[in-house]
């Protein structure tokens, strides 16, 4: 890669993580994007993307529990056995073709979500812990295995159920991408003991984008424009990578 398509790629990042980060997210679905339309192999993208997340969501679930809307009764069940379940996601290490649908399969459902974005519920009531338990153990195998937090899937489930209010949403989900990435780094270099040093480097953008993003986000940042933007390259990066032979 050469230095104006790394520059274009380390702002586009940032971008990403500033985008996502207004919203409880971490950015693994639009970071898989954005390196898969610049050619990066799915084998690099994934602990790339986790390395990523890692650094968004720990500085999003900061700024979200700072505002006051983490309630830890609601994250604990969901993450007890969804930890895990991501070391074993990410520990596993499927062959490029099954990677490349799988993570193209994640893109579509992300972009679907944030098309279908739901409003705030007018009234919230706690899951039954067996079944945030069940969920949240299935939520972060797929985390590590497709390289997301399980975020994109979390936060739409704890609104289409009314378990969360959208800002309780985001801030239990920003915390969950964090624990589930990193269990499901640690699983992944417990396999192949080693990690790319693109995520290390981009980590600075998105640092940058994160901390910006959450501050904006943790206190009512419109993001429905945000939303269809990211959702469109979110399908031409999941169908590059599900037709891509």
């Known amino acids: 890669m050469d230095a104006a398509h790394f520059i274009l790629l380390f702002l586009a990042v940032g971008l990403i993580a500033f985008l996502y980060s207004t919203v409880g997210h971490a950015g693994a679905s639009g970071y898989i994007a954005v390196l ?46 969804s930890i895990p379940a991501a070391y074993f996601g990410g520990y596993l290490q499927p062959s490029a073709s099954v990677l490349r649908i799988l993570i193209g399969v994640v893109l579509l459902f992300s972009a679907l979500r944030l098309v279908l974005r739901r409003s705030d519920p007018p009234e919230t009531f706690a899951p039954s812990r067996p079944t945030a338990i069940s969920l949240g153990a299935g939520l972060g195998f797929l985390s590590g295995l497709t390289g997301t937090g399980g975020g994109i899937f979390l936060t739409p489930l704890l609104l289409f159920c009314r378990w969360a209010h959208i800002r309780q949403a985001a801030a239990v989900s920003a915390l969950f991408i964090w624990v589930n990435s990193i269990a499901g780094l640690f699983g992944y270099f417990t396999a ?27 206190r009512r940042f419109p993001a429905r424009t945000i939303s269809i933007l990211l959702a469109m390259v979110l399908t031409i990066a999941g169908l590059k990578l599900i037709l891509t032979r």
């Open 36 to 81: 898969t339309l610049w050619g990066i192999a799915p084998v690099t993208i994934r602990p790339t993307a986790l390395v990523l997340n890692i650094l968004v969501a720990s500085i999003g679930g900061f700024q979200f529990w700072r505002a006051g809307h983490f309630t830890w009764r609601l994250f604990w069940p969901f993450a007890l056995l």
């Open 192 to 218: 192949v003991h080693s990690l790319p040093p693109l995520g290390i480097v981009l980590g600075v953008a998105a640092i940058i984008g994160g901390l910006v993003g959450s501050h904006l986000g943790s």
